[in-house]
């Protein structure tokens, strides 16, 4: 008997991770524990930063903006050339009240891991 | 704006997937760009503007100004432009609880425009969003801000100086403040 051939499947890539957020040098951002969704929301209400680690940049960004919402009225930003070569685009409150920023990473631009 | 233009910005902004995802790509070949015509112009560029550009990020700071400074305020120059901003990157903790002074001399008169009108620019306090520098000719320069509210700042200078001024917080309860000349109990 043949044996069967194992089918390649489709690779879907990982859902992404929501992290706690830090700020380094050369607009890094270091992405801390994992936290949920809820978590996310609550981090930024009290005024600290998240990141959204993932594959894919259409699925982090949705899911940036997702939590932001939560928060209230909001903008997204580019990164900026003069922020270092590692800064992230970010979301953040339109009045900067609560001063916390969501990120997230593109194909391009990823979080640096805490040394 | 050259490089990092209002129009760039709001198609990054987009709620469309596709056009969000083209004005990604289109960013980040405009911060390449500008790092290369950057590296070009800035061993022209006088050592204030350089130090400037290598030390501070202005972006999300509380802009104030452009404004003009007359001829009351000697012993400035009387075209001077200054622009006033709080920065609040917590990526440079060197400047916390400080105001940046921008004083421009200027080559020309100032220009602020509104090259495009959308609701994605808030007109409420208004934030440092992005910036380029160019060189006009030796010896005259521009600076370009994109501000929050939509607005293009064009400065066109000889000189730029820049000054940071520590804000004076609140005593701590308990403590003696001086005020206007009068030492108070809190």
Known sequence: MAARKARARPSVPPPPCICEATRGSLGRVIRGAEITETQAVAAHLAGRDVVICGMETRVNRALARKIENQVGPNELDPPHATAGPYALPHFHQVTRNPPGHTFYETARRKAAKKP | ?186
């Open chain 2, 1 to 186: 704006m050259r490089y990092f233009t209002p129009e760039l910005l709001l198609r990054f902004r987009s709620l469309d997937d596709d056009v969000a995802d083209t004005a990604e790509a289109a960013w980040e070949q405009a911060i390449k760009r500008y790092r290369r015509h950057w590296k070009k112009i800035s061993p022209q560029l006088p050592e204030s503007v350089r130090r400037f550009h290598d030390e501070y990020c202005l972006h999300d700071a509380d802009v104030f100004g452009p404004a003009k400074l007359s001829v009351q305020t000697l012993p400035w120059g009387f075209h001077d432009v200054v622009l006033v901003a709080q920065p609040l990157n917590p990526s440079f903790p060197e400047h916390p609880n400080t105001l940046l002074f921008l004083q421009y001399a200027m080559a020309a008169e100032p220009i602020v425009e509104v090259p495009v009108r959308a609701d994605a620019f808030h007109l409420e306090r208004p934030t440092w969003l992005y910036d380029e520098f160019d060189l006009i000719e030796p010896g005259v320069f521009v600076h370009e801000i994109l501000l929050s509210d939509g607005r293009v700042v064009k400065l066109r200078f000889r000189e730029l100086r820049f000054h940071l001024a520590t804000i004076i917080e609140p005593a701590e309860e308990g403590r003696k403040v001086p005020v206007t000349g009068k030492a108070v109990s809190a």
